[in-house]
């Protein structure tokens, strides 16, 4: 069974940083390309990154270009997203999830975890 395990959320004011770890299990992570994606309050999901299955080749949405960062370990089977310069209308829950495919593709897949809450307040 896919696990994808979310942490790392948090409350930051506006300026902050905040790194976010997904650990997955249940698969051969490495194979797969991974996303983050986030829903806002009351909107949709929203494809913000990824990366491909061996983390040479990364992608963002426009809204995150420059203030993210993706990464992942493939011997610890952990994603990670590093997010500096947050701002109020990054608070949202944040969920990784697994693509099927090797390299990135900006949508939204349903193999994802709970989330992780994230928000952006002074």
């Known amino acids: 069974e896919v696990q994808l395990v979310e942490s790392g959320g948090g409350l930051v004011q506006p300026g902050g940083s905040l790194r976010l770890a997904c650990v997955a299990s249940?698969?051969?992570?490495?194979?797969?390309?991974m996303n983050w994606v986030r829903q806002a309050p009351g909107e949709g999901l929203e494809w913000i990154s990824g990366?491909?299955?061996?983390?040479?080749?990364?992608g963002y949405a426009d809204s995150v270009k420059g203030r993210f960062s993706v990464s992942r370990d493939n011997a610890k089977n952990t994603l990670y997203l590093q997010m500096n310069s947050l701002k109020p209308e990054d608070t949202a829950v944040y969920h990784c999830?697994?693509?099927?495919?090797?390299?990135?593709?900006?949508?939204?897949?349903?193999?994802r975890g709970q989330g992780t809450q994230v928000t952006v307040s002074s």
């Open positions: 249940g698969f051969t992570f490495s194979t797969y390309a």
């Open positions: 990366i491909d299955s061996g983390g040479g080749s990364t």
């Open positions: 999830a697994k693509s099927p495919y090797t390299f990135i593709t900006r949508a939204i897949f349903r193999t």
